[in-house]
């Protein structure tokens, strides 16, 4: 499918903040993790296009409107000894679904990979989120399901943090 003639994605300025807010909200209503955000225009502000940006984004806009986004960051691979690219977020909204957008984000994604000699690109998914599984398996994509993503937020990493005096 080719995209819409009227689709463009473009990297994102500190004038999309509230854009991308929009965006971080709607996907975790999706996911059903709205309770959980906590992220507003003053903290991507600084975190996103601040002196040390900690992720980038693309915007997609069919017809000069937004629709959708994707927030990455590099990881690194010690077993390839180069970096990677991690998509935290992919979000389209439901109206622009089917339009080839999400699959030009993701085309323009691993194009900056290739432009920056990345040696791999990885997202994780929601194990229930059947459509994003089955769009993902439609770009190549193979599920890595040997592995287990672990986490720690809260009192635990602050406990964990505490654990060792002599941290750096």
Not at 94 to 118: D, E, K, T
Not at 136 to 149: D, K, N
Request: aromatic share 10%.
């Amino acid at each position: 499918m080719a995209p819409p003639a009227d689709l463009a994605i473009r990297r994102a300025t500190i004038a999309d903040s509230k854009t991308i807010l929009s965006f971080i909200r709607e996907l975790a209503e999706y996911e059903r993790l709205a309770h959980e955000v906590v992220a507003d225009v003053p903290a991507l502000e600084a975190t996103l296009f601040g002196p040390h940006p900690a992720a980038e984004v693309l915007i997609a806009e069919l017809a000069g409107a937004p629709v959708g986004f994707a927030l990455f960051f590099p990881s690194y691979s010690t077993f390839l000894a180069k970096p990677g690219l991690y998509l935290e977020d992919l979000f389209v909204r439901p109206a622009a679904r089917g339009h080839g957008v999400g699959r030009a984000l993701m085309s323009a994604l691993a194009r900056i990979c290739v432009q920056r000699n990345y040696g791999r690109f990885e997202w994780s998914v929601l194990d229930w989120n059947e459509p994003a599984l089955k769009f993902y398996a439609l770009l190549g994509a193979r599920p890595q399901s040997e592995w287990t993503v672990q986490r720690l937020t809260g009192a635990p990493l602050a406990a964990l943090a505490a654990g060792w005096p002599g941290a750096l």
